[in-house]
């Protein structure tokens, strides 16, 4: 017999009565309240449990759909935000703000929704000029192991380059970084024809082989924070850690 799935708001709602039934505050986010979701997407369900209570992250499975809950106290809730917003990466704040709510007692979830959104219409402050030089030099160093790469090794490389001259230029334009597919997500929303030509290039050199498209792209990265940066780079210990 063919299982009924329930739509996702019905899902996370359930997901939220049978697994919190006392939080405080829910949201239901990621990629199906984005419209992006495909065929193995999850729930992203972030909870707001009372002080004191337990907080984890787990991922199951309920009501024919895969799910990830993040439970959170309101402390550790808003800790999480301001240390992913002090990384440039802002995960909690991101599922608050595009989220839809699932649970509001006493107005906790329109609350942390006004925060998240405040913050990421805020976007991140200018890098330090230590860690604007620790990206140029990223970057530049990148680049150079690509130019020689054993084949087997630049299939690793292209990706660190990419991802590293993606969010060279988010932070160029004081937007937030992003990991992985997040960080072609985000160069997405600043440009989508920047997005295309990363993609592009990506794609010449992983099925040709070529590398020049996507050496230029990080090359035009490098001219926005300032231009390459190697010989001489310096950086101090307490700079680094």
Not at 29 to 58: F, K, Q, W
Not at 212 to 229: E, H, K, Q, Y
Request: aromatic share 8%.
């Amino acid at each position: 017999m063919k299982s009924f799935r329930l739509d996702a708001v019905a899902a996370a709602l359930a997901v939220v009565e049978r697994e919190c039934p006392t939080c405080l505050a829910a949201f239901l986010a990621g990629s199906v309240v984005r419209g992006e979701a495909t065929a193995s997407s999850d729930l992203d369900i972030m909870v707001i449990v009372p002080e004191g209570s337990p907080t984890y992250r787990e991922s199951f499975r309920a009501f024919d759909w895969p799910v990830e809950v993040f439970v959170h106290t309101p402390s550790i809730h808003r800790q999480f935000a301001a240390k992913e917003a002090a990384r440039r990466r802002p995960s909690t704040s991101m599922m608050d703000c595009e989220g839809i709510i699932l649970r509001d007692v006493d107005g906790l979830a329109s609350q942390l929704k006004q925060e998240a959104c405040a913050l990421l219409e805020q976007g991140p402050p200018p890098l330090a000029a230590a860690e604007l030089a620790l990206a140029r030099y990223g970057v530049s160093d990148l680049m150079d192991d690509l130019a020689d790469a054993r084949a087997d090794e630049a299939f690793l490389i292209a990706a660190q380059l990419a991802e590293a001259s993606a969010n060279l230029i988010l932070d160029s334009h004081r937007r937030w970084r992003g990991n992985g597919k997040w960080a072609m997500r985000m160069v997405r929303r600043l440009d989508p024809a920047l997005a295309t030509r990363l993609a592009e290039a990506l794609n010449a050199f992983y099925t040709a082989g070529d590398k020049s498209s996507l050496m230029d792209f990080a090359a035009d990265a490098l001219v926005l924070a300032g231009g390459r940066l190697w010989e001489g780079f310096r950086l101090s210990a307490e700079d680094g850690t």
